[in-house]
Structures are given as structure tokens and as C-alpha cells.
């Protein structure tokens, strides 16, 4: 069930953190390199924008925005109700290793916003 975006400007911008296993970084690259159609469109049916992610080493940060009023629990929702996501989640899960801070069910990690800005007004 797609989640109501009400038309607002402001976005919450969310940084996360997870560590990939070794060896698995040219398979991760490769299936992001052509993610699957279902799992973009569940994504974005869940309001998930600008969605981000970088390797540093076995290190993933992912960076994406949600509208306001949208939360982390409202796109797990959506996310579940796609057979597809659930499926590439799995697959991701062989490539991904949680970080000790991980809880059992959300292996990526919050990394707090200390600097923001969207460019300086006059």
C-alpha cells in the first residue's frame, strides 16, 4: 500500500551505515547496477527520494530522504508488502554483514546528521 506524501518541501535526510562481507563488492556493485524494477518502484511508491549509496572499502553508507510525516516504519511497510523487496533484502543479507550496533532486525546503522546545508542565502 503506497504511503500519503503530502506536498511539503521540507525532507528528513537519513545516513546510514553497514559493512559488506569480504570479497562480495563487485557482486554488490554489479546487482546495484541494475536494481531491480519492482524494489525502485516499491522505494519510491514508499516516498524514499534521492536514495544514495557509497563504498568505502567493505563500508556502505546509504543516503536517502523521506517527506515529512513519512517514517523508517512506514517504508518497511511498503517494503514488505512487495515480494521482490523481500527477496532482494534476502539477497543483500548474503552480501552484508551487521555492525555490532546493528539490531536484529535493521543491519544498517543511523549515523547522526552533524552538518547540513543547502547552500548559503544571501
Known amino acids: 500500500m503506497p504511503v500519503k506524501h503530502e506536498m511539503r518541501h521540507e525532507m528528513q535526510r537519513y545516513g546510514r551505515v553497514l559493512k559488506l562481507r569480504s570479497g562480495m ?3 554488490y556493485e554489479r546487482l546495484h547496477a541494475a536494481v531491480w524494477p519492482e524494489v525502485l ?10 536514495y544514495s549509496i557509497y563504498r568505502y572499502r567493505q563500508l556502505l553508507f546509504s543516503y536517502f530522504e523521506l517527506p515529512e510525516g513519512v517514517t523508517l516504519e512506514d517504508v518497511g511497510r511498503v517494503c514488505a508488502d512487495s515480494e521482490e523487496c523481500l527477496r532482494w533484502e534476502k539477497l543483500m543479507q548474503t552480501l ?12 544498517w546503522v543511523a549515523m547522526p546528521e552533524v552538518f547540513h546545508t543547502d547552500g548559503a542565502k544571501p
Do not use: K, V
Not at 41 to 50: C, F, K, L, Y
Not at 96 to 107: I, R
Open 25 to 27: 563488492e563487485a557482486e
Open 96 to 107: 552484508q554483514e551487521p555492525l555490532p550496533e546493528s539490531e536484529d532486525a535493521a543491519w
Open 41 to 50: 518502484m516499491a522505494t519510491s511508491r514508499a516516498g524514499i527520494r534521492n
